[in-house]
């Protein structure tokens, strides 16, 4: 018997796994299709700091009695520190890296216990303005607290108003912040959206290796089938047109419907697919967009515990009225930002409050950690970098030249790395935000002619995947049958 050519051979092994993986994968195509056109109009449930600081309760500065260096007593590797007021009371926030939050109460000193369920329905109450129909919990993960962010606040109460919307709101059973709310319809359709598109699920969620490990495999295999059936269509066509055939496509029934239009909506197909996993990325192929170590404590120029020092109570005063106040150290120099209903505050020890930060110590900093830094233009609101990296409007941005050639983002509140954008980030922002979220300058600030582009995609996509399904049960059937 005569060989296939080398090939043919190759050709035949191709269609075998694109037909089988495809088969299993047909219907997870149809799901990240469909539930990508319910995100266009209902994200995953988020309350972001803006609304968390206007509804939460000022600090009553005057019942302040410790300062900030005294509440990082004996935590000389603090890396944060907060001011907030938990349920009436003002209590400093410490972070140190490994060991979670620790609570120091700011009107006597001493450590604060474990929030009740009747603190969190009173803070739940005020924030919201509504009655509370019930307190559940503390629950250590929820279907909308299972992200990694959430987890200095851990365990959550979960506070049912008995408002019209159906609305949940998860209080720090720690901190007494409110850190999450869902309504009843952001609930129902995110089953339908987010939670089916990222494979959300919280048993699998709250383990992060886990889930990581999961979801890239699952895409990247999603990866080679559409790149497999993508060459195999543009193959089958050209061998029918060679034949001077008329039609586009050899196939009869659905199997060529799935031809025709995985020819139509191959392209698009093949970059939502991979630029959805290179979502699931996480420095693997690209870098993270996040500053070094060294860099950042070269920024710093010192320890937080020695810097906040200077900061006295008469200082913290004059920040009234505020929701938090949040420690910062930038050049060595110990900085409280005040956080609340209105614009911002800033402070540095003996000074005014002000807006943002000193421009000439924020160049200080920035060129203790990149030397050769110079700052750029003032990125604007539709600066694709600052909206790829979920970044707030105002940053200040500083440009590295070769061999190094960055884009640094620098909060001009806290002094704190927001990206850097070097050269492989930035490929990333175009091969994951651009195509995947359409989250690019002209569509970012156009969300009705965003949303439709997104739709029209998603629903040829949709239609190129539900022919897919068919095929795949029909010769399953016939496998099977």
Known sequence: MAKRPWGAEALRQLAWFHRWAGI?????FAVWFASGAVMVFVPFPALSDGARWAGSPTIDMGALTVPPAAALAGAPAATGLRLINRAGRPIYVVTVP?????????DEGLEAGTL????AALVASRFAGAAVARVEGPYPYDQWIVH??????RPYYRVVLGDGAGTWLYVSA???EVAQRATRGERLWNWCGAVLHWVYVTPLRQDWGLWNQVVWWLSFSAVLTTMAGLWLGIQRTVTARRGRRARYTPFPGWLGWHHLTGLVAGTFVATWIISGWLSMDHGRLFS???APADHVAAMRGGAL??????LSLADLRLL???AEVDFAIIAGQGVAVAHGSGAPQVLLAGDRPAATLPPDLLTQAVRAAWPDAVEGATPGADDLYLLAEGLPPGMRRFSTPAPVRADIYVDVLTGRVGAVMDDSRKLYAWLYYALHTFTVPGLASRPVLRATVQLALLSLGLAFSVTGVVVGLRRLRRRLG
């Open 24 to 28: 299993l994968l047909c219907l997870m």
């Open 98 to 106: 490994g060991r979670g939050d620790r609570l120091v109460a700011a």
């Open 116 to 119: 009740t369920p009747g603190q």
């Open 148 to 153: 990694q962010r959430f987890d200095s606040g």
């Open 174 to 176: 720690l901190t007494g």
């Open 288 to 290: 993270t967009g996040e």
């Open 305 to 310: 515990p020695t810097a906040v020092a200077a």
């Open 320 to 322: 009234a009225p505020a």
